[in-house]
C-alpha cells in the first residue's frame, strides 16, 4: 500500500491537477478500506505484529485517510506509542494533522498548508514538545520542508499572523518528510 500511496504523492498537492486530485482520492479511499479492516481485526499494527517498517507504513496510510477515521486511529496509536509497539513521532504527525482539518492549532508543528506552517499552540514551547517526541527543532524541520518543495527557506515566527490559520477538514496540504 504504501508504494501506492507515495506514487500519488510526487510532488506538492498544490501543484496537481484534477486528474491527479482524482488518482489520490481513488487510492487514499482504497487504502482507508483496507486499513479499517485491518484496524477492525487487530487493533493498530504495531512492531511485534508487523514489524517496525510496516508501523511506520500503516502510520502513512492513516495520515491519507479521512480525518474521522485518523481521530478513530489516535487512540489506538497513543495505545500503541504507550506500549512501544510504534513510533511517538507518527502520534506527533497525525495529532497535528487531526487538529489542523478540526481548525486546531498543531502541538508538533508539522504541518503546513501550502508553503505555509499551520499555526503552532504554545509555540515558545514547541522545540521542547517535539524533542520530548523525538523530532529535531522546528526550525531544521521547515528548512527541510521548504527544501523538498522548492520553497523560499524562510523561517516564519510562529506567533505572527503571517502563519497560516488551521484549516478545516479537507485533502492532505502539501509534500512534507510524513509521507
Known amino acids: 500500500m504504501t508504494v501506492d500511496d507515495q506514487a500519488v504523492r510526487v510532488k506538492p498537492i498544490d ?4 486528474e491527479e486530485r482524482q488518482r489520490m482520492s481513488a487510492v487514499d479511499k482504497k487504502h482507508e478500506e483496507r486499513m479499517k479492516a485491518i484496524v477492525a481485526q487487530y487493533g493498530w499494527p504495531g512492531r511485534s505484529l508487523v514489524g517496525d517498517e510496516a508501523a511506520i507504513d500503516a502510520w502513512l496510510i492513516v495520515q491519507h485517510c479521512q ?4 481521530e478513530h ?15 511517538a513521532q507518527c502520534y506527533a504527525y497525525l495529532l497535528d494533522r487531526i487538529r489542523m482539518y478540526r481548525g486546531q492549532p498543531q502541538v508538533y508543528g508539522t504541518q503546513f498548508m501550502n508553503d505555509k506552517l499551520v499555526q503552532i499552540e504554545d509555540p515558545q514551547n514547541v522545540d521542547q ?3 520530548a517526541v523525538g523530532l529535531g527543532p522546528l526550525s531544521e524541520y521547515v528548512a527541510l520542508v521548504r527544501k523538498m518543495n522548492g520553497w523560499p ?7 505572527s499572523p503571517s502563519v497560516t490559520a488551521p484549516a478545516k477538514a479537507g485533502p492532505a496540504p502539501s509534500v512534507a518528510p510524513d509521507h
Not at 480525518?67 to 485518523?70: K, L, P, R
Not at 486511529?73 to 513510533?87: G, I, Q, R, W
Request: aromatic letters at 6%.
Open 67 to 70: 480525518v474521522d477515521f485518523q
Open 129 to 131: 514538545r517535539r524533542k
Open 15 to 18: 501543484q496537481f491537477n484534477r
Open 153 to 159: 527557506n524562510q523561517l516564519p515566527d510562529p506567533t
Open 73 to 87: 486511529c489516535l487512540p489506538l496509536l497513543k495505545k500503541a506509542v504507550d506500549a512501544n509497539e510504534a513510533s
